[in-house]
């Protein structure tokens, strides 16, 4: 069975700064491209960024996160990373890691709980 | 890059039909088949219902199908039901390798 498991959230300071994690099991991990999806509260879905299986693509919506948040993943780990710098209020939401059917232009076949990041003084 | 558009809502009576539409661009929606559909419930994870404008994942009920025409994707859930009340949210790969979503659907069952 497919799962994972975000840590990592919580309240932090404009400014701050915060290192989520996505545990996965379930499948082979190195063999798919995993992403973070982002959602406000009250809000949509937000693409935030995706690695592929080998770690060596990543891509950012440079809109809202460039040059801020870090995609990395340790395949010795079935862990997937996000280090988000510079935190900002509009940046509190829940943040969902999801595995791609394959690469990410596939659509994402399993998300995780997600885990709450709260940016304020 | 833009979010898709959506309508807020839309509605229907059990066992009817309805049809959720995403309009988006020539980079996104237009420019390939890689449209994705997700079902959300009130304080739960999004759910993969179609993938490459009309594939249903396994486990997804055939009473939900997607289309896409030019820059314009859609959803359409048949028969419904009462569990299909829920938010739906599209998604579309870009000709720079991002992802975006719509604002998102929100579905009521009558």
């Known amino acids: 069975e497919v799962q994972l498991l975000e840590s990592g959230g919580g309240l932090v300071q404009p400014g701050g700064s915060l290192r989520l994690s996505c545990a996965a099991s379930?499948?082979?991990?190195?063999?798919?491209?995993m992403t973070w999806v982002r959602q406000a509260p009250g809000k949509g879905l937000e693409w935030v960024s995706a690695?592929?299986?080998?770690?060596?693509?990543?891509?950012f919506n440079t809109d809202s996160v460039k040059g801020r948040f870090t995609i990395s993943r340790d395949n010795s780990k079935n862990t997937l990373y996000l280090q988000m710098n510079s935190l900002r209020a509009e940046d509190t939401a829940i943040y969902y890691c999801?595995?791609?059917?394959?690469?990410?232009?596939?659509?994402?076949?399993?998300w995780g709980q997600g885990t709450l990041v709260t940016v304020s003084s | 890059q833009s979010a898709l558009t959506q309508p807020p809502s839309a509605s229907g009576s059990p066992g009817q039909s309805v049809t959720i539409s995403c309009a988006g661009a020539?980079?996104?929606?237009?420019?390939?088949?890689?449209v994705s559909w997700y079902q959300q419930h009130p304080g739960k994870a999004p759910k993969l219902m179609i993938y490459?404008?009309?594939k249903r994942p396994s486990g997804v009920p055939d009473r939900f199908s997607g289309s896409k025409s030019g820059n314009t994707a859609s959803l359409t859930v048949s028969g419904l039901q009462a569990d299909d009340e829920a938010d739906y949210y599209c998604?579309?790969?870009?000709?720079?390798?991002?992802?975006?979503f719509g604002g998102g659907t929100k579905l009521t069952v009558l």
């Open positions: 999801a595995k791609a059917l394959l690469r990410l232009r596939d659509g994402c076949d399993y």
């Open positions: 379930g499948f082979t991990f190195s063999d798919y491209t």
């Open positions: 690695i592929s299986g080998r770690g060596d693509i990543t891509t």
């Open positions: 020539s980079s996104d929606v237009g420019a390939n088949s890689y």
């Open positions: 490459e404008v009309n």
């Open positions: 998604s579309s790969y870009t000709v720079s390798s991002n992802l975006v």
